[in-house]
């Protein structure tokens, strides 16, 4: 499947910003900017419900791994301040919630991208 890299790119953005804004939210603010993201990368990409998922997945994926990566940079300075044991801590609490979040970005954003395809074709 093709991927549309413009509506990707639209669609991160916006799970970036609609996350930054929801962090006065922790959970519904990081699901509704995923959906939110999906949608968009999903509406702009057009075509089946299979392309707008896909495209919406990619844009959920990418805003997870970025905030893994984030993720991992504070848990090196747990580490750092931990010794052995908080970078013990910090790693496997960064690969533990680096995989919670990138699935639930991509999930979420896949789903929202099917139904913004739909919604442009409808």
């Known amino acids: 499947m093709a991927i549309d890299w413009r509506?990707?790119?639209?669609?991160?953005?916006?799970?970036?910003?609609?996350?930054?804004v929801g962090l006065s939210l922790p959970v519904v603010g990081q699901i509704g900017?995923?959906?939110?993201?999906?949608?968009?990368?999903?509406?702009?990409?057009?075509?089946?419900?299979?392309?707008?998922?896909?495209n919406g997945l990619v844009?959920?994926?990418?805003?997870?791994?970025?905030?893994?990566?984030?993720?991992?940079?504070?848990?090196?300075?747990?580490?750092?301040?931990?010794?052995?044991?908080?970078?013990l801590v910090g790693g496997g609490g960064v690969l533990l919630v680096g995989l919670v979040v990138t699935l639930l970005f991509a999930i979420d954003s896949a789903l929202a991208g099917a139904v913004g395809s739909w919604a442009k074709g409808a």
């Open 59 to 87: 844009a959920g994926s990418i805003s997870g791994i970025i905030l893994t990566v984030g993720l991992a940079l504070l848990g090196s300075l747990v580490g750092l301040v931990g010794g052995p044991v908080g970078s």
């Open 33 to 54: 900017a995923g959906l939110l993201g999906g949608f968009a990368a999903g509406y702009l990409a057009g075509g089946s419900l299979g392309h707008g998922a896909w």
């Open 7 to 20: 509506a990707v790119a639209v669609g991160f953005v916006v799970i970036l910003v609609v996350g930054a």
